[in-house]
């Protein structure tokens, strides 16, 4: 069945970089949205960014916008989150997200996904 696999993560200083990995496998899908969330503790799961597979068609939360780029490798069914400028708000667990079916709009709930990586933890302090 579908494996997803996040990985990348870290401890950086404010204004410093990472770049995240979500690795995918088993029977995906080529056209459906994939996204990123993060969750902070105390916080419900929150939208990140999120990209049609067969398009590239991306969407951005506004607390990320302009610093944060989403990306993806299909020959490796691998999704990226280049993220620059990193802030102390930034702080969270990064999950990737998956559909069994098509998405309308931008994906934002995370409630329409149904495949989740472990999560990779991000650290950024001031």
């Known amino acids: 069945q579908v494996q997803v696999v996040e990985s990348g993560g870290g401890l950086v200083q404010a204004g410093e970089s990472l770049r995240l990995s979500c690795a995918a496998s088993g029977r995906t899908s080529n056209t459906y949205t994939r996204a990123w969330f993060r969750q902070a503790p105390g916080k419900e799961r929150e939208f990140v960014a999120s990209?049609?597979?067969?398009?590239?068609?991306?969407y951005y939360a506004d607390s990320v916008k302009g610093r944060f780029t989403i990306s993806r490798d299909k020959a490796k069914n691998t999704l990226y989150l280049q993220m620059n400028s990193l802030k102390p708000e930034d702080t969270a667990i990064y999950y990737c997200?998956?559909?069994?079916?098509?998405?309308?709009?931008?994906?934002?709930?995370?409630?329409?996904?149904?495949?989740w990586g472990q999560g990779t933890q991000v650290t950024v302090s001031s």
């Open positions: 990209m049609t597979w067969s398009t590239g068609s991306t």
């Open positions: 997200g998956l559909p069994r079916g098509p998405l309308i709009g931008r994906g934002e709930e995370d409630s329409l996904y149904d495949y």
